[in-house]
């Protein structure tokens, strides 16, 4: 990689994790992670559950600290909670309104009963998102 280009990624670096950590320092105040809690019961999980699912060395009461505010999670817990719930850690301390924003898809270009399938996919984690997929491709072939 050519100096130039290598400085221009260390700066790039620089500014996502500068970002990072000003979320985080605006976490230390005492916000909540405003979506955690309403992802976790939406996803039918119990706070214990989730710890198990992203392998957390986490006690169940310091989810409900991050849940209600009163902790915060690093950086590293907080993106590892995003990608399993596949959202962004704006999404998760209530920066933004909406949970996956390359979903988006306009009401009027979809049946009935496609915008329902939509809905329910939405609301599927990973996990189950890629079962439904292993069962479409069985049903395909």
């Given amino acids: 990689m050519c100096p130039h280009n290598k400085q221009i990624l260390l700066n790039a670096t620089s500014n996502a994790n ?10 230390s105040r005492g ?6 809690r309403q992802l976790r019961e939406k996803s039918k999980l119990s706070q214990q559950k989730l710890i198990e699912e992203l392998n957390l060395s986490l006690s169940q009461s310091q989810i409900q600290n991050y849940e209600t505010g009163k902790y915060q999670p690093d950086i ?12 962004s850690v ?5 920066r933004v309104n909406y949970g996956r924003k390359s979903e988006i ?8 009963t ?3 399938l939509m809905d329910r996919y939405r609301r ?15 049903l395909e072939g």
């Fill in 114 to 116: 496609e915008q329902d």
């Fill in 124 to 138: 599927l984690i990973n996990k189950k998102r890629k079962a439904l997929f292993a069962v479409l491709e069985a």
């Fill in 76 to 87: 590293q817990t907080m993106i590892k909670m995003a990608e399993y719930f596949g959202t």
């Fill in 90 to 94: 704006d999404y998760l301390i209530g």
């Fill in 18 to 27: 500068q970002y990072f950590i000003r979320k985080v320092v605006e976490l």
């Fill in 31 to 36: 916000d909540e992670l405003k979506n955690l």
């Fill in 105 to 112: 898809v306009s009401d009027n270009v979809l049946t009935k």
